[in-house]
């Protein structure tokens, strides 16, 4: 009879809850002391800042008083730009396209015009700017918007050729209406088409010049509604420019000419020029060449006009890249821009378009570039941008977020990044330079590393809201460059790209870089401030590899025997050590690949400027035809000279001080043999008896030591049975595909890496993307915080490299994943396992240990979180010469999901960092050297006696549990996900204590309590609508995390509620207080004879008295959420009139007080006169005048 047991029951009941303390022994709640200051109310999410290049541009406008540019983009985005460190995002709530800005000058309002044929009004005067007014038309569709300077009235020009004027102020329209019809000539029998130019003579407020796309442009009598002059030209319109005297203006068109017209003479063009086209010898007409798409013609007191236009090239230049042409008197100059021309704009000095206009420069919207040229030097130079428009020079593959580092980090990269700043630009200040920065408190720094497609890495200072590109580091400089496509190594992985990072771990104190690219290769770096010259690269190559065996074998002949070395055992690592050089392994076209590195390390000298300089290089090899797995966890730690990386093989350590391979282990191999969470892989044939052994048996055909390799070993001996060949031959067909499975894997990455994802993607889809990538984009930061711990030392020493045996018939699931289904096959539950995550740190590595000692905490995707001790030599040379020893201590916990993060906190609840050296420069002398070192923190004792006074947290995609150590208990789990997993989780500093924060693929952000793991924090933020989230969102400590929300802008948010109340302080002002220039003074001679500029009283003309009203069913006016000052604004009709008389009464009400006030305090001086004036006249009235 099965007996029956209590405990079990419970603890399923326990396991059922979402949140449960776990059955501790009885006596061990030293959790119970442990007082969490953190509550719900500490918490709040909101976005921040947005910075980089607004993604996929479409319009652009500028405030020449204010100096703020804005930038419309095709998702309905609105990006504001003032000098360095003003800028502003806004996001219309349609998401439809800005097609057109127009600024109020100087008025501290915008006018934005969508897609979708709706107006708004921006409120600039506030630190996040809101919409005040709204009007979407119903019937015409808007192709062209005009505001003339200083003035509340907006011509809107449509698609079907009509005119229509808004009221600014009230965003009402007017009865007033240009139609197409009554503009163009009767006897025209066509339609002109859409309108694309609207602007008034600069000398005539009153001649309105309407450009439409056929050809036809009118000059429009506003005050007599009627057409003075009519000019036409065969080919299509696509700009319109004044002269500022009002009396010529240039057409620009699509055959890619210029035509200049005299505003009274209408017959024919002035002058038509082509100015990039072939001019025939026999004085025929140019050949056509491209559309010139904007033109704009600005004079100058002293010298020529300046003719600036985008487009208009010859059609012969295929290929040639977009063109800004510059016309300058009989100069003419070409700037080839990187990417297409979106839009530009002439900055000039004066607002008055009646007044010369002095251009100083021209600001170019490209498709992915902000460039501002220099009209006022010789050869136009750029002016150097100040904004972080260069997140996306190459596409971003990884980030993480450094918030509260050592505050000298950022003066050091500064000072070395100072020196790669390009040569050339312009002299002058930046021209955009509105706005004032922000009065934040939050003053510690923070740091943004992002990784690229190309092998680079960008430092960025991201403190203060701000973000200012400090360093940028060449990882591909290391390697050999292929000069064309017949040179290109047949052992790349990936097909473009070999050089991108895949994920980074960095220490700050230490300023220790290590990285990982796509290329299965990890290079480590030493920041120094001293230029290096290396002659030979340290490099080390690592052969990691998978034995498929016991697939489709007969059964098991024979004892099976432990072939891993028993604890106590020692081994050298020298002995079975990689060559440090590359190893000549065999590339022949008849035999397969085997022990060749994917990428090729330059042999030439390497001269490594102040900065990162590389310390090693370690490169996974082809392993028998098979290429190596790619790197899907990493992590270093300067104190212990370590740096441990895993993929689905197994993990790797790496003495960098030594340049020696530690250990090569397959996952499997981790367990212990007694390991009650030990997955030993079976045939899916036939179930076998697990082995006792860490590495499974070959069916004891084989030899053990042919069973588990050293990293050099070569393949297995030939096999001479019939059986044996078989399986052979199995396995071969199994490498193959399994072979071409890899590349593929490699070359989505790197395709991902460069593709502008679509927003239409369906998020089901999307999700189950990450599921299947899961490995490919294990992005996981390992911060080595500030500790110091004596390290125990070990008396066992183990040298540990074998390979990890898997055991699956479908090679087409090696995708280092599995899936999460709830209908798992056994062939899926037994598919490989990979490493997730690394966390050293100092603990008890096995539960009989009474004191700490230097540890590793291994995380799988399967949910379990393996114990390493590492015994480390005592410092100095013996550290350089003696072995590191390594033991794997089994399992410390088990979780739903693939393990995300781990921590450690003392018994306390505070968390416990991993110790780290503090830093020094390696190229300096001995004497500075030991001055660095003696400057290191001393360590707090090492001993810490007692039961259970640590306590472990891991966080995998389904759960989080708290383990107290060293009696590996679990006291708290939490169940975070049910119907969705977690993308990115993070132990992280918050308010002087520690939580755990994490992002789901549906779009919630949490945050629990440590060590109880009570839910503090669930929003439904940001569903999973692009891989890119997947792969860029992390989280650092004071409340602050990040994504890529475009392959061009990082978007920044919070998750505390001190910094959501102090955001309004740390926002940066868009809008100053500026006098507005005076305008031209019209001279003696032009005001008697009538010769300046003619005002207009536009009131009397578009007002509803004199136009009346416009038809209800042509728009409709929808107030904003503007504030007090919209709701002024957008009165109107009964209730408008009611707020107007409640805001006036009480205005009058407080009038009324304040002279209530006033007159008591007269009443109140007038009765203190007349009591002194009394008692002077009692003093005196008896006395005579000769007493006085």
């Not at 609207?198 to 407020?205: G, L, R, T």
């Not at 020029?273 to 013609?297: F, N, S």
């Not at 490699?746 to 460069?754: C, G, K, L, T, V």
């Not at 001279?1083 to 009203?1109: H, I, M, P, V, Y």
Request: proline content about 7%; some cysteine; charged content about 20%.
């Amino acid at each position: 009879m099965k007996k029956f047991n209590i405990r079990k029951v419970l603890d399923g009941l326990t396991a059922a809850s979402s949140s449960s303390s776990a059955a501790a022994p009885p006596g061990t709640r030293e959790n119970d002391v442990i007082q969490e200051t953190l509550q719900s109310e500490h918490f709040q999410l909101c976005k921040t800042v947005r910075h980089g290049f607004p993604h996929q541009p479409s319009s652009m406008a500028f405030d020449p008083v204010q100096k703020i540019l804005a930038v419309g983009t095709q998702s309905g985005a609105l990006r504001l730009f003032g000098r360095a460190g003003v800028e502003c995002y806004c996001q219309h709530e349609s998401g439809a396209a800005v097609i057109q800005l127009q600024f109020l000058i100087n008025e501290g309002a915008l006018v934005s015009a969508l897609a979708d044929d709706s107006i708004h009004l921006w409120n600039l005067r506030q630190k996040l700017p809101a919409i005040l007014h709204s009007l979407k038309f119903n019937r015409e569709r808007i192709t062209y918007c005009h505001l003339p300077f200083q003035s509340k009235w907006l011509y809107i020009g449509t698609e079907r050729g009509n005119i229509h004027i808004v009221n600014v102020e009230s965003f009402t329209l007017s009865g007033y209406v240009i139609m197409w019809n009554k503009a163009i000539e009767l006897s025209t029998k066509t339609h002109p088409g859409p309108v694309v130019h609207i602007s008034d003579n600069p000398m005539d407020e009153g001649k309105l010049l309407i450009g439409f796309e056929c050809g036809i442009v009118v000059l429009w009598d506003l005050r007599c509604k009627k057409a003075d002059y009519r000019y036409n030209y065969d080919e299509a319109i696509h700009s319109v420019a004044w002269h500022h005297e009002g009396k010529q203006f240039v057409c620009s068109h699509s055959d890619g000419t210029l035509t200049t017209w005299n505003v009274r003479a209408p017959a024919k063009p002035a002058q038509t020029i082509t100015p990039h086209g072939k001019q025939p010898k026999d004085g025929k007409k140019p050949e056509p060449c491209k559309p010139i798409l904007k033109v704009e013609y600005k004079t100058t007191r002293a010298g020529d006009p300046f003719m600036v236009l985008s487009g208009g090239l010859s059609y012969d230049t295929v290929g040639r890249r977009a063109c800004l042409t510059v016309m300058h008197g009989k100069s003419t100059a070409v700037l080839e821009m990187d990417y297409p021309i979106v839009d530009f704009l002439t900055l000039c000095e004066t607002p008055y378009p009646n007044d010369f206009q002095e251009p100083y420069a021209v600001v170019v919207l490209l498709e992915k570039d902000l460039v501002v040229i220099d009209l006022g030097q010789i050869g136009y130079p750029i002016f150097e941008n100040p904004y972080p428009l260069t997140i996306h020079e190459s596409p971003v593959t990884c980030c993480e977020y450094f918030a509260d580092c050592p505050a000298e980090l950022i003066p050091a990269l500064y000072s070395v990044g100072s020196r790669q700043k390009r040569q050339g630009y312009s002299k002058k200040e930046w021209p955009i330079s509105g706005g004032n920065w922000g009065q934040g408190t939050q003053s510690y720094p923070e740091i943004i590393i992002t990784g690229h497609a190309d092998g680079s890495i960008k430092f960025w200072d991201a403190s203060a809201l701000m973000l200012q590109v400090l360093y940028k580091l060449k990882t591909a400089k290391v390697f050999e460059r292929a000069r064309g496509k017949e040179e290109k190594p047949s052992t790349d992985i990936v097909e473009e790209d070999p050089f991108a990072i895949q994920t980074l771990s960095w220490c700050p104190e230490s300023r220790m870089l290590c990285v990982a690219g796509v290329s299965a290769h990890v290079i480590i770096y030493r920041f120094s401030k001293q230029e290096v010259t290396t002659e030979v690269v340290q490099l080390l190559e690592v052969r990691m590899q998978c034995e498929l065996s016991d697939v489709e074998s007969p059964d098991p002949g024979g004892e099976q025997t432990p072939t891993l070395p028993t604890p106590g055992a020692s081994s050298s690592p020298q002995e079975s050590e990689p060559p440090s050089q590359p190893s000549t392994g065999s590339n022949s076209s008849d035999g397969p690949r085997d022990n060749i590195p994917c990428l090729q390390v330059r042999s030439s000298p390497l001269k490594q400027s102040p900065g990162y300089q590389v310390e090693l290089v370690v490169q996974l090899v082809w392993v028998s035809g098979e290429p190596p797995q790619q790197i899907t966890s990493l992590a270093v730690n300067s104190s212990y000279g370590l740096v441990v990386f895993g993929n689905s093989n197994g993990l790797a350590v790496v003495d960098y001080l030594q340049n020696t391979l530690l250990l090569n282990m397959g996952t499997t191999e981790l367990y212990s043999p007694s390991d009650p969470y030990q997955r030993q892989p079976r045939s899916p044939r036939k179930t076998r008896q697990p082995s006792g052994a860490l590495c499974d048996s070959n069916d004891g055909s084989n030899a053990s030591e042919d069973r588990c390799k050293s990293p050099t070993s070569g393949s297995t001996s030939p096999c001479n049975s019939d059986d044996e060949r078989k399986q052979q031959k199995f396995i071969e067909k199994v490498k193959s595909k399994s072979r071409r499975f890899s590349k593929t894997v490699a070359n989505d990455f790197a395709r991902m890496s460069r593709k502008i994802s679509s927003p239409t993607e369906q998020k089901p889809d999307l999700e189950e993307r990450v599921r299947r990538r899961r490995s490919l984009h294990c992005t996981k930061r390992f911060c080595c915080m500030k500790e110091g711990k004596e390290k125990a030392r070990m008396s066992l020493r183990g040298d540990f490299h074998r390979s990890v045996s898997a055991h699956d018939s479908n090679a087409k699931d090696n995708s280092f994943s599995r899936s999460r289904s709830s209908s798992v096959t056994s062939i899926d539950r037994e598919s490989r396992e990979a490493i997730s995550s690394f966390h050293f740190c100092e603990s008890f590595p096995r539960k009989t240990d009474s004191l700490v000692s230097p540890s590793l905490l291994v995380g799988t995707t399967q949910g379990s979180v393996l114990l390493v001790a590492l015994s480390l030599p005592p410092g100095g040379d013996q550290r350089l010469q003696q072995p590191v020893g390594i033991s794997s201590c089994g399992t410390l916990v088990r979780l739903k999901g693939g393990v995300l993060t781990m921590a450690l906190l003392d018994a306390a609840g505070a968390l416990l960092p991993p110790s780290y050296e503090s830093w020094y420069d390696p190229n300096a002398s001995d004497e500075e050297k030991e001055k660095s070192r003696r400057r290191r923190p001393a360590s707090p004792p090492s001993s810490q006696e007692g039961q259970d006074s640590q306590y472990a947290v891991v966080c995998s995609e389904k759960q989080a549990k708290v383990v107290a150590m060293p009696s590996q208990t679990c006291i708290y789990k939490h169940n975070i996900t049910e119907s969705s997993f977690v993308l990115r989780a993070d132990v992280v500093q918050m308010g002087g204590t520690n939580c755990i924060t994490c992002f789901c693929a549906n779009g919630h952000i949490m945050t629990l309590s440590l060590p109880s793991l009570r839910p503090l924090l669930d929003v439904n933020y940001l569903p999973l609508t692009d891989m890119r989230i997947a792969r860029t969102f992390c989280f650092s400590n004071l409340g602050q995390a990040l994504y890529l929300t475009s392959p061009t802008e990082i978007q920044r948010i919070t998750y505390s509620q001190e910094t959501c109340d102090n955001l309004q302080e740390m926002l940066s002002e868009l809008f100053t207080p500026v006098e507005t220039p005076e305008a031209p003074n019209r001279g003696f001679f032009k005001g008697l004879f009538g010769g300046g500029a003619q005002s207009l009283d536009r009131e009397d003309l578009f007002g509803e008295t004199a136009a009346g009203k416009a038809s209800r069913s042509l728009a409709q006016h929808i107030p904003g959420p503007g504030g007090m000052e919209g709701m002024k604004g957008a009165a109107s009709g009964v209730v408008g009139e009611l707020a107007r008389a409640r805001i006036a009464l009480d205005e009058r009400g407080q009038k009324l007080g304040e002279l209530e006030e006033r007159t008591a305090a007269m009443m109140a001086s007038a009765d203190s006169f007349s009591k002194h004036a009394h008692d002077m006249m009692l003093k005196y009235k008896d006395k005579k005048w000769y007493q006085l």
